[in-house]
């Protein structure tokens, strides 16, 4: 079965009610791909209306989980109701910004150390560690210190920017390596 297929895109996208698309039309006018309850607020008159809303985007197919805190809004263009983000973004987005960084093989492949294309990303954090998985994206999380944290660098991709472990680094990490 194709993704084009329409019984596959029926299934996975369902129609919209006018609050919805009212939401996503303004989340998609101001390109707000990374929203939280506070962009949508002013749609909705009460607390238990907004965690609804936010509930039947999510069943619906138009609306993914970040973090608690944080929602990704699948557009309209995605027809079948799959959409990709970089992974650098969706890990910049899933800390929001503070407290992490990239490293290890995906860190290596950014500045062009190696050849090796990662299955997962590894990111580096002082808030939890484990395996994570979002929007098709792998992710390895590691704990960390603060202070390595600090030493990271910015970088921006698609306008957007992220946290990443510096060239120099990256390059004794891959040197520390057991080959």
Do not use: C
């Not at 791909?33 to 069943?59: A, G, P």
């Not at 799959?82 to 929001?96: I, K, Q, R, T």
């Not at 997962?120 to 792998?138: D, E, F, H, I, P």
């Amino acid at each position: 079965m194709s993704i084009f297929d329409d019984k596959m895109s029926s299934e996975r996208l369902r129609p919209l009610s006018q609050r919805e698309v009212r939401i996503v039309a303004d989340l998609e006018f101001r390109e707000k791909w990374f929203f939280s309850r506070d962009d949508i607020r002013k749609y909705v008159d009460s607390e238990s209306k907004l965690r609804y809303t936010i509930h039947r985007l999510k069943t619906k197919g138009r609306v993914m989980s970040i973090n608690k805190n944080k929602y990704y809004l699948i557009p309209i263009k995605a027809r079948s109701g799959g959409w990709s983000e970089h992974p650098f973004v969706l890990a910049d987005e899933m800390f929001n910004g503070d407290g992490y960084y990239i490293g290890g093989w995906a860190a290596a492949n950014y500045w062009r150390l190696t050849e090796q294309v990662p299955m997962k990303t590894q990111v580096y954090t002082n808030k939890r560690n484990g395996a994570v998985k979002l929007l098709g994206s792998a992710f390895l999380l590691h704990k960390t210190t603060k202070r390595r944290i600090e030493n990271a660098v910015v970088e921006r991709m698609h306008d957007h920017p992220f946290r990443i472990l510096s060239k120099e680094d990256t390059r004794a990490w891959l040197e520390s390596r057991d080959w």
